[in-house]
Nanobody, 115 residues
Framework: QVQLVESGGDLVQPGGSLRLSCAAS????????MGWYRQAPGKARELVAF???????NYADSVKGRFTISRDNAKNTLYLQMNSLKVEDTAVYYC?????????WGQGTQVTVSS
C-alpha cells in the first residue's frame, strides 16, 4: 500500500520561503509522474506543479517563477521549494501522482502566509 507523508509546512511572512517534502513508500516512485496539490479553505484542491520521471516540470500560472518542484528518486522523496510566498498561497499542501491522483491522500502539510 502506498503511503505519502508530507512535511515542511509552517507559518511564514509574505515574501518568505519554505521547502516542502513528500516521502513516498510502497510504490515504484521513480516511474511515476508526481505532483504537488493544495487546498485552501473553502476551495477545491488544485494542482500546483508536477514533475515527470525524467525531471520535466510544469507549474500553475499562479506559482510560476516562484515555486520549484524537484525529486530525489534514490530517496523516494518529492520536494517543493516555495519562494516569494504570498498570502494567497495559504493552503494545505499534498503530494500525489499526476494526472490521476491514484494514491490515498496523506495528511498534508499546512502552509500559512501571514504578517
Amino acid at each position: 500500500q502506498v503511503q505519502l507523508v508530507e512535511s515542511g509546512g509552517d507559518l511564514v511572512q509574505p515574501g518568505g520561503s519554505l521547502r516542502l517534502s513528500c516521502a513516498a513508500s510502497g510504490t515504484a516512485f521513480s516511474n511515476n509522474v508526481m505532483g504537488w496539490y493544495r487546498q485552501a479553505p473553502g476551495k477545491a484542491r488544485e494542482l500546483v506543479a508536477f514533475i515527470t520521471s525524467r525531471g520535466g516540470t510544469n507549474y500553475a500560472d499562479s506559482v510560476k517563477g516562484r515555486f520549484t518542484i524537484s525529486r530525489d528518486n534514490a530517496k523516494n522523496t518529492l520536494y517543493l521549494q516555495m519562494n516569494s510566498l504570498k498570502v494567497e498561497d495559504t493552503a494545505v499542501y499534498y503530494c500525489n501522482a499526476f494526472p490521476e491522483a491514484r494514491y490515498s491522500w496523506g495528511q498534508g502539510t499546512q502552509v500559512t502566509v501571514s504578517s
